[in-house]
């Protein structure tokens, strides 16, 4: 079964910079999926953030562009979200999720735990 374990997050000052990290267990090769960053704020429906498609092209929100960027090291299974210019607007749990498709027609998807990101002063 594949897993997915975020971390990074915490308490940042605005303006401030995180990075977030995703690693996925229970895979060979994180290539064969699309694996991208949700955030969930209160109150608020969850959001896709940026992603990897299986075939390596990303795609980032416009609410981040400009100041977010993913980058995944297959090596390590790992897929990172790499956080500048943090704004209160950004305060969320943050999720890794993966999809994978094992043969035509089949689709699962998998979810991480969520890492805490809260910028505030």
């Known amino acids: 079964q594949v897993q997915l374990v975020e971390s990074g997050g915490g308490l940042v000052q605005p303006g401030g910079s995180l990075r977030l990290s995703c690693a996925a267990s229970g895979i060979n090769n994180i290539s064969v999926m699309d694996l991208g960053w949700y955030r969930q704020a209160p109150g608020k429906q969850r959001e896709l953030v940026a992603g990897f498609t299986r075939g390596g092209n990303t795609n980032i929100a416009d609410s981040v562009k400009g100041r977010f960027t993913i980058s995944r090291d297959t090596a390590k299974n790992t897929v990172y979200l790499h956080m500048n210019s943090l704004e209160s607007e950004d305060t969320a749990v943050y999720f890794c999720?993966?999809?994978?498709?094992?043969?035509?027609?089949?689709?699962?998807?998998?979810w991480g735990q969520g890492t805490q990101v809260t910028v505030s002063s």
């Open positions: 999720k993966g999809t994978r498709s094992r043969w035509p027609g089949d689709q699962q998807g998998f």
